[in-house]
């Protein structure tokens, strides 16, 4: 079983940047495909992107391509979210998420493909 702890959250202006950590531990890492995902206040929880366990594959919603980049460096057992350009509507709590899978290539982009969660990590983008 992983445990994910992300951290690098913070407050920023519309068109600043952020990177965000999540440091896994107890688990095969580079077995493991792993998400980002957010929710913002009164929101459901959606999809940011996702990285394959081989890290060759990756995905990302339609609202951060191009300006979110994800991810992984297995030495450092770590995934990572590059945030460029941020926007108001990025604000939300920023969750890591992991699950085992068989394939080099495969990702997941529904949250309940993830048995693995970190505890979250606020991004606040201001005007």
């Known amino acids: 079983q992983v445990h994910l702890l992300e951290s690098g959250g913070g407050a920023v202006q519309t068109g600043g940047s952020l990177k965000l950590s999540c440091a896994a531990s107890?688990?095969?890492?580079?077995?493991?495909?792993l998400g980002w995902f957010r929710q913002a206040p009164g929101k459901e929880r959606e999809f940011v992107a996702a990285?394959?366990?081989?890290?060759?594959?990756?995905s990302y919603a339609d609202s951060v391509k191009g300006r979110f980049t994800i991810s992984r460096d297995t030495a450092k057992n770590s995934v990572y979210l590059q945030m460029n350009i941020l926007k108001p509507e990025d604000t939300a709590i920023y969750y890591c998420?992991?699950?085992?899978?068989?394939?080099?290539?495969?990702?997941?982009?529904?949250?309940?493909?993830?048995?693995?969660w970190g505890q979250g990590t606020q991004v606040t983008v201001s005007s």
């Open positions: 998420a992991g699950e085992p899978s068989p394939y080099d290539f495969d990702y997941y982009r529904e949250s309940r493909s993830y048995r693995y």
């Open positions: 990285v394959s366990r081989s890290g060759r594959s990756t």
């Open positions: 107890g688990g095969t890492f580079s077995s493991y495909t």
